[in-house]
């Protein structure tokens, strides 16, 4: 019950970290995977793209393929929209660490 609670809680930081790092530059899903795990979250690709095409279907992010060494990769980008969440959600997120932290 627990795993299940902080797994809806952490989806909500995952895709705040997406939105970072899309805003960033254009990233592809393999390195997302090694960056979230950098913080801490253990994701398979199974679970990560789920979570990007939903982001992509709500306008928040949008993808680009690329041909790299022959294969073709996807690049994800931050909208104009995501853009707008992610400042929405950092205000957000600072007042309540700020109220949370002790």
Known sequence: MQEQILRKFFLGFIQIHILHHAKKEPFYGAWMIEELKEHGY????????????????????????????????KYYQITTLGNQVLEEARRKAYELFKEIKD
């Open 42 to 73: 253990d994701m398979s690709p199974g679970t990560l793209y789920p979570i990007l095409h939903s982001m992509e279907s709500k306008g928040l992010i949008e993808k680009e393929k690329k041909t790299i060494g022959g294969k073709i990769r």
